[in-house]
T-cell receptor
Framework: KAGVTQTPRYLIKTRGQQVTLSCSPI?????VSWYQQTPGQGLQFLFE???????NKGNFPGRFSGRQFSNSRSEMNVSTLELGDSALYLC???????????FGSGTQLSVL | GDSVTQMEGPVTLSEEAFLTINCTYT??????LFWYVQYPGEGLQLLLK?????DKGSNKGFEATYRKETTSFHLEKGSVQVSDSAVYFC?????????????FGGGTRLMVKP
């Protein structure tokens, strides 16, 4: 069974641009969560989707948004990029609520 | 709000040494507690978990006991190997969590020397 797949693996953008990151969960998993990982702030929860509905949202500005499609694949979008958005963005999937989370290898975003 | 505090690293040990990584939490009610491990260039993997007080989670020689009285979930291993070198994260899931949201500690880097 394929694991959680995140694309692209690396991304370089400039300030003011927008970016879209993609996450394909493990087959059969309906829950997808996103986390931002930085050396200074550690791992911070962004949002979670279950069956195309946002269940939880972390404390991030409205520039950060996400969505989930009917096949459970998820995308997150960051508009008007800032230098501080440089981070490793991790996606995790699970079969349902309270089930084990499986993490992807992440997308490393660098904002110049 | 909920929070997790874990000892800062790096922790450097020789092979076969005893490992303890401290983790304490602040949460309303009784959260579920987790340890995740991150190897270089990879995402996080669940190492072990405990869902109620006095539960002991264990996996691959690692253990952690849910201590309600001290709000702690310290990670231990009796004899570390070079292959255990990684970053370890303590995390909690709040009891009123409608989903799978986790609150993580800052991570502790473990380096094991041969």
């Amino acid at each position: 069974k394929a694991g959680v797949t995140q694309t692209p693996r690396y991304l370089i953008k400039t300030r003011g641009q927008q970016v879209t990151l993609s996450c394909s969960p493990i087959s059969g998993h309906r829950s997808v969560s996103w986390y931002q990982q930085t050396p200074g702030q550690g791992l911070q929860f962004l949002f979670e989707y279950f069956s195309e509905t946002q269940r939880n949202k972390g404390n991030f500005p409205g520039r950060f948004s996400g969505r989930q499609f009917s096949n459970s694949r998820s995308e997150m979008n960051v508009s008007t990029l800032e230098l501080g958005d440089s981070a490793l963005y991790l996606c995790a999937s699970s079969q349902g609520i309270g089930e084990k989370l499986f993490f992807g290898s992440g997308t490393q975003l660098s904002v110049l | 709000g909920d929070s997790v505090t874990q000892m800062e690293g790096p922790v450097t040990l020789s092979e076969e040494a005893f490992l303890t990584i401290n983790c304490t939490y602040t949460a309303t009610g009784y959260p579920s507690l987790f340890w995740y491990v991150q190897y270089p260039g990879e995402g996080l993997q669940l190492l072990l978990k405990a869902t109620k007080a006095d539960d002991k989670g264990s996996n691959k020689g690692f253990e952690a006991t849910y201590r309600k009285e001290t709000t702690s979930f310290h990670l231990e291993k009796g004899s570390v190997q070079v292959s255990d070198s990684a970053v370890y994260f303590c995390a909690l899931s709040a009891p009123n969590n409608a989903g799978n949201m986790l609150t993580f500690g800052g991570g502790t880097r473990l380096m094991v020397k041969p």
